[in-house]
């Protein structure tokens, strides 16, 4: 989830910058979206250390603390590893693969006056089915 960055665009008294992202589900609305944070390190001039959340050039709350949906400000939101809502996204954009119809299969016929003709309209009876078990008197 984070790679720390090297000491190059820190911002003043930034000691260190860090980066991670999240994927958000809104566990009211539905609504999911991902976000990325450069993280940076600092220290007051009392030796407190703190950090701040960068998100597109601007300091924002940590999203851990209480994240809030964009689409109903609702507070119920899911955090997640980073790719979690795209490959939702994308699973759902992907074409489906649709079964066959299921169905009776019709058995191909031998033509009219066949022998195979003949079998399909026999009438069987118990007795026809139990011939080949039954034992000749001797």
């Not at 851990?64 to 964009?70: D, F, I, T, Y």
């Not at 939702?88 to 954009?93: E, N």
Request: glycine share 8%; net charge negative; proline share 9%.
């Amino acid at each position: 989830m984070s790679e720390i960055a090297g000491q190059t665009g820190l911002r003043a008294g930034a000691t260190a910058v860090v980066n991670e992202s999240y994927s958000f589900a809104c566990m009211r609305c539905g609504h999911g979206w991902e976000q990325s944070y450069e993280i940076e390190h600092h220290t007051d001039a009392a030796g407190h250390e703190f950090v701040l959340y960068v998100a597109d050039g601007k300091v924002v709350p940590s999203p851990l603390s209480k994240p809030e949906c964009h689409n109903c400000d609702s507070h119920v939101v899911r955090i997640m590893r980073p790719g979690r809502v795209a490959s939702a996204r994308d699973a759902a954009h992907r074409p489906s693969r649709v079964p066959p119809p299921a169905g009776p299969v019709e058995a191909p016929s031998a033509g009219p006056g066949s022998a195979g003709e003949e079998r399909e309209h026999h009438h069987w009876h118990l007795s026809d089915l139990l011939h080949p078990f039954q034992r000749k008197a001797s």
